[in-house]
């Protein structure tokens, strides 16, 4: 009568820390990992008959037991062993996603850490039998300018108050991904692209956060030849400069209100004019 | 060098709350309003020329006086309102979407209000000066059956260790949207479509979540016609049996941990076989 | 050398769902609950020694078992059950403290249920061997009123800026908490507490927040004989009136921003002249 | 009829971020800065006269105008300015109590920043008019060590089920405030403050968090001697070791699920015995 559209199902959110010891120097690993099957499911939805589905709670069991097995290096290559696994071993899967975060740590001697605090990392990987996909990404890497910024010359209707200024505060917290052309050594991919976002942030002089993303793309496939493709999605948090004229004083940019709501959102995708398509990758 | 791809910017959050009064009676609408624009933003983003831009500013600003000059009805219909607008008044705009959050409240007396909590009521609008594509739906709707849940019969490897159980809690957040075919009295649809969705998940003798969501999906089809399609998104939130056999006692489907995670998470579309196509419905 | 000065420990945030069955009808609760024990523990501080620690997890274990064998009635008469079988039974421990939130839900049908969303009902409680303390309450019970609402008469000094008002919103999400003075029918207290303050925030009309919250708190004293004090903290959830005159339109108290961050806090407490003392109640 | 207890007013998470300029070189504070005020406010609970009442909006003022005429350096020392000024100018003002959380950034050229994420740092400080408190702390520092945590020896009764272990995984994210007797340059205190958390939390072999919670609070009272109390609230983050055996695996300390609720509570107190009165400090 109705018609199932796309489905998938899966585990969200596995919480796994992984200790690795060398002697006397621990290493940590701390991942959420939610992995996410589809493939011939029409039974199940239509009739609840179970035989093709593979239970969530077995592929929580699975990150746990190819975590011992396999040890846990990048999180794309720990990602890409799930979803091979799970399409592979079996036969009613088509395409599985893997998706992680990571939370980054700092060693302090031996066998203690402190967690950094740091943006979470992250990856999706898909796989269907043949190919593979891999995004990485990052988010919540929150970037300030204090100066070089302006914002001037746009559109005006009747709703329009905004003043032009040739000097603001342009803050953001960067949630970006972007997606491989191949395999990589995934951890210096991932530092090189951090890199990238950081220091296009801090050197554009920016005429408008639009202009600062394809800035922030474009310096992502310059220096990671392994990418082909950057997705950003940019909250313009507004810093507002506070109006102290009441009480005598006058405010050259020093004094500024941190708004929560609402925000600018600024979303854009830069890639390589050659970039393959891009199959599964960013669903 | 590098390719712009698709992109959109907006402001996200505006939080509005409308004041109606008629006499002695006023009324409520407690909105979080969120618009994004696309059309001719290449010179932005490769030069900085913010003549294309309508500041996300005044996009703010728009929301508060159309809801003094037009008021505030349902949702979609304020949606669609601001969408045609933006679209219709600024010519570099060729696609507008606006997403609306709804908080609901109970009427206490003349003047007096109480937040209901009960779910999030969402409408996202897209309009591209021809077209309007209108997706209603929910978030955060918490259902629970404490019986008539069973799960078995499913696909077992090396990692599996869930037992067969033919008698659980089966319990979800829901998340759900749902396209319109037409315009439609949208309040009104609304209470149908939530209605469907907690009706046929507490009718549904459920062998898996799956069977539960496809229900779900159709009920909303089969009860509101003019729905032709409907997305869900629920979490299996996982109520697991305590063991209690180490203090001498039993268990019969009485104690249970309400677990944070991992949780499963089942997504799934259901839609009409004759479904027009969703243009940018859902993006 | 140094001193070990107040200290306590336990299992904070065990979530349990306990069903109940009568014949085809279901009951249920759903709780979130937190035990701390204090006592002799100077020599599991000092030296590790932990001969007089009771093990959280062993706390979590009895909150289970004890919900199977007594069932779970009010969350006060709970929490008193638990706190009183710790003290009773550990040598070491000279004082229990249970914290309970319960989450509400609605019946649909025999064993289907709806989280309702409103606010959250807390108690806490507390047992020395000899006497318990009995405190009930709630948080998240967002109130708003769309008039009746004045601010004027302020001190003034060199940073004021705030004009006065004769009408405003006044909103607030409350959370208050409030002292028995014995035993009661927990259940039929705490909806009259809750009707008291919510006919009292809806029939004052408020010079001040402050004025208001002493209003709500007499108003749960008068209708409650059997509570003593009651403690408030009312967040004043600002609501300002857009300024619509650069469009050309008035703003009659009918358009407002609901701002995030600042926000007032008003605290207080309100209490019978000949209110026993409060001894370890508010720890 | 009913008493008017304790109570103070206040304007909460005033959002301040300050910008210094020194040539190319930017600085940058960033605050959320919470005051209350007590003293003569019969009048206001009691008839709505708000005489007595400096405005939340007017100390919200007063926060940004503070920051521009005397700058921002170490949050304590703000913290003074404004409650000093609040008890200083207004007569109905009996104590100020002025609440900081500072949220760190690292500079990255003259004028970027990336905000850190490492803990969040905290102040309070009350003044009376003649005395001021000054409490420090932080929060959010998450610390776990893969080794040297035994757990044995504990009480056991009918509802022990835990086993014993000679090598765990311990952590928490450790949430401190720090009293000080006199004043001090706070930020060189704070990072002492804090390296001796860390330090006593990976140096500690521990036998239970609650040694360890002593430990720590020993070595800042060893470390600072101008503090002479430290209160800890530490959550134990529990780490599960998954049992692989169905698969044929061994988990030597390897494979760990990071648990979200329940967590054990510590709390405890660490003291001079020769520390002053604490007066209003901890309020």
């Known amino acids: 009568m109705f018609v199932l559209g796309p489905n998938r199902y899966g585990k969200a959110e596995t919480r796994l820390v992984r200790v690795t010891k060398h002697g006397e120097a621990h290493h940590l690993k701390d991942l959420n990992v939610s992995s996410s099957l589809s493939g011939d499911m029409d039974a199940v939805h239509l009739t609840g008959d179970n035989a093709t589905v593979l239970p969530t709670d ?9 975590a ?10 720990f990602a890409l062993l799930l979803a091979r696994h799970f399409v592979d071993t079996q036969p009613a899967v088509r395409l599985a ?10 060693r302090r001697g031996g066998h203690s850490f402190v967690r950094s605090g740091r943006e979470t990392r992250t990856t999706v990987v898909h796989y269907d039998g043949t190919s593979q996909w891999v995004v990485s990404g ?4 929150v970037l300030l300018n204090t100066t070089d910024s302006e914002f001037w010359g746009f559109a005006t209707d009747e709703y329009t108050t905004l003043a032009e200024t040739r000097d603001r505060v342009l803050a953001t917290a960067v949630n970006a991904q972007w997606r491989h052309t191949g395999s ?8 090189r692209a951090r890199e990238a976002l950081i220091a296009a942030f801090a050197g554009t002089y920016s005429l408008s956060l639009q202009q600062t993303l394809y800035a922030m793309g474009s310096r992502v496939l310059t220096d990671c030849p392994e990418i082909c493709e950057v997705r950003l999605s940019l909250p313009n948090k507004h810093h507002f400069l506070v109006d102290l004229s009441p009480f005598g004083l006058d405010n050259d940019n020093e004094v500024y209100v941190a708004a929560d709501r609402p925000y600018g959102l600024i979303e854009g995708t830069v890639l390589r004019p050659d970039a393959p398509a891009a199959g599964p990758a960013w669903e």
């Open 138 to 141: 990052l988010r919540d890497l």
């Open 97 to 106: 996603r893997v998706a992680i975060e990571e939370y980054a740590w700092e």
């Open 58 to 66: 077995t592929q929580k069991n699975t990150v746990y037991a190819f």
């Open 184 to 191: 990589s050594d995934w951890d210096k991919s991932y530092e």
């Open 68 to 77: 011992k097995k396999h040890g846990v290096g990048a999180s794309e290559d």
